[in-house]
């Protein structure tokens, strides 16, 4: 056809072009082409490659080649088909890219909604690490003054009783004992609010983080760094269980995602919780190593889903939240991370009144579905 007599001269190996992967990153050998593949009696189907002209014009193909046997003359030929895929190949790539986008928005978008909470769980460390170190700069200027009587006491060469009335009237007005302590627990509190602090900016650098790329990733960690991001999402309505393997495979992802995930599976069930009135919920959270890849349960005790419902809660713009509570995309974009991105499964199982559990399971070696 016009299209092969573009790019196949009579040669079989193309000598005049450069042909690569679809990708165009790895130049392939005479011998890796379609058509010289047929000619050594493979059958070879839906052959992506990137054609490269020496005027440096590409053509991306799609080639499929048969071999065919001559019997009457008992020679070996082949044929090709060439398909010209690069308005095709655009088309994804653009689209993945839109993907890309809107991910990266609607992380964004549920930053956004969380961050009066974590501007609060930020504020509360720092309130008390400020009084904290008011506090230290109090007791540094006691122990100043203590230190300055002790050197007057030694200066005016007093005799002993009267140095010791001295030193035991100026312990007392520094409060030493108090000091004692109290110190070491300001400066150990002021430690632990200063780790709750950077766990909740790491957390919120590696959800933002504009990655597509997939790494080897523990979801443990994934669990912890979510969990510290969206506990003011929870706190007043629900308790947070943890219940983490601890010793999970790495499993290739897009950590942020998945993080992402978590944190509308999280968000979800603290208002399923709020919306059934209970006084206090619970929130579990279980990760697991199973078959070839790895578990993760987010269980609640709220309101439920109706079973007829339920096949339906993954449907993007579907809610059963209250006008102006939700937009439905929460759990259809949990799906579509999870089931196409992924290769993995989104489950729930739920009992109206009783609560929720939605099972998240992402393979090992997680591979992209092909669209459907």
């Not at 130049?27 to 058509?35: A, D, I, K, N, V």
């Not at 090709?80 to 890309?100: M, N, P, S, Y």
């Not at 070839?292 to 713009?317: A, K, W």
């Not at 993995?344 to 009144?353: E, I, W």
Request: some cysteine; hydrophobic content about 40%; glycine content about 6%.
């Amino acid at each position: 056809n016009a299209l092969a007599s573009r790019f196949v001269p009579l040669e079989v190996c193309w000598p005049d072009r450069e042909v690569f992967d679809i990708e165009g990153t790895r130049r392939l050998e005479p011998s890796e082409l379609p058509l010289a593949r047929a000619l050594q009696g493979e059958i070879c189907d839906d052959v992506e490659l990137t054609v490269r002209t020496k005027a440096n014009k590409t053509a991306m193909l799609r080639v499929n080649a048969r071999p065919m046997l001559q019997i009457a003359r008992g020679t070996l030929w082949a044929v090709a088909v060439f398909q010209d895929i690069g308005e095709e190949i655009d088309a994804a790539r653009h689209q993945r890219e839109l993907e890309r986008q809107l991910a990266q928005a609607q992380k964004m978008e549920s930053l956004g909604q969380l961050a009066s909470g974590i501007a609060h769980e930020i504020n509360t460390p720092t309130q008390y690490i400020s009084d904290n170190v008011r506090f230290l700069s109090d007791a540094f200027e006691a122990m100043a003054r203590y230190q300055g009587e002790v050197a007057a006491v030694v200066a005016d060469g007093a005799v002993e009783a009267e140095a010791a009335e001295r030193l035991d009237g100026a312990r007392e007005d520094a409060e030493l004992e108090f000091y004692a302590e109290e110190v070491p627990a300001a400066i150990r509190q002021s430690l632990e609010g200063l780790d709750r602090v950077a766990s909740i900016v790491r957390a919120m650098k590696e959800y933002a983080h504009p990655c597509d790329t997939k790494e080897p990733t523990d979801l443990d960690h994934v669990v912890k760094t979510t969990v510290a991001m969206s506990k003011n999402e929870y706190k007043y309505v629900a308790d947070l269980e943890l219940e983490l393997a601890g010793d999970l495979p790495k499993v290739a992802c897009v950590a942020g995602e998945i993080s992402q995930v978590l944190l509308n599976l999280v968000v979800n069930a603290a208002h399923a919780i709020a919306e059934a009135g209970r006084e206090r919920g619970v929130i579990r959270i279980r990760t697991s190593a199973v078959d070839d890849g790895v578990q993760l349960e987010v269980t609640d005790n709220g309101v439920g889903v109706p079973e007829h419902l339920s096949e339906r809660i993954f449907d993007p713009f579907f809610t059963t939240k209250a006008v102006g509570k939700g937009t439905g995309q929460g759990l259809a974009l949990a799906f579509d991370v999870v089931v196409r991105k992924h290769g993995g499964r989104l489950d729930v199982r739920s009992t109206q009144g009783e609560g929720s559990t939605f099972t998240v399971f992402v393979p090992r070696n997680a591979r992209e579905a092909p669209a459907a």
